[in-house]
T-cell receptor, first 112, second 112 residues
């Protein structure tokens, strides 16, 4: 089944403790992206990747890192999480830019 | 830059009636639009898309209408069912822009 898989589904952590949210897609998509979703603000792009080893900042990149060493994986790294990063995070992929995005099920992150 | 929004944050519709969800955009260069459905606890799910060379596109029980003159987009759902209850949001992109911009969403509630 074609899908985007995120892990973990839920995560509670404390301020400053590094964490990684994994994302994997099995559709051979070139484009991958991370979003955060907050009430009243909709989906905001954090980082995106056009292809392996090609990443760029989205609208809200501060406090986040990404890497794209393999085509299928696009992990999101929070080196020193803070409470304002408490949010619902989605990974998404598409065949290429400006094509329809396929989303993962989301990761609900709480930073205490 | 691109701005995409929705007219109403909530919409209640009687089961069996048709639903119309609206979306406005600001960038006249926008040439690709998508409607997504997000059920509680899930990631956004693709419903239908349309390119700017079209005014209308139909899917199964859904129709998207694009009015480029007033920069307005609508999603029509025929014979609304309880399973249609979700948040619906539109996304838009313009040629050469590698990311979709998302609206904040309309929560559709179906009244039995």
């Amino acid at each position: 089944e074609a899908q985007v898989t995120q892990n973990p589904r839920y995560l509670i952590t404390v301020t400053g403790k590094k964490l990684t949210v994994t994302c994997s897609q099995n559709m051979n998509h070139e484009y991958m992206s991370w979003y955060r979703q907050d009430p009243g603000l909709g989906l905001r792009q954090i980082y995106y990747s056009m292809n392996v080893e090609v990443t760029d900042k989205g609208d809200v990149p501060e406090g986040y890192k990404v890497s794209r060493k393999e085509k299928r994986n696009f992990p999101l790294i929070l080196e020193s999480p803070s409470p304002n990063q408490t949010s619902l995070y989605f990974c998404a992929s598409s065949l290429s830019r400006n094509e329809k995005l396929f989303f993962g099920s989301g990761t609900q992150l709480s930073v205490l | 830059g691109e701005s995409v929004g929705l007219h109403l944050p909530t919409l209640s519709v009687q089961e069996g009636d048709n639903s119309i969800i609206n979306c406005a955009y600001s960038n006249s260069a926008s040439d690709y639009f998508i409607w997504y459905k997000q059920e509680s606890g899930k990631g956004p799910q693709f419903i239908i898309d349309i390119r700017s060379n079209m005014d209308k596109r139909q899917g199964q029980r859904v129709t998207v209408l694009l009015n480029k003159t007033v920069k307005h987009l609508s999603l029509q759902i025929a014979a609304t069912q309880p399973g249609d209850s979700a948040v619906y949001f539109c996304a838009g992109a313009s040629f050469g822009n590698e990311k979709l911009t998302f609206g904040t969403g309309t929560r559709l509630t179906i009244i039995p």
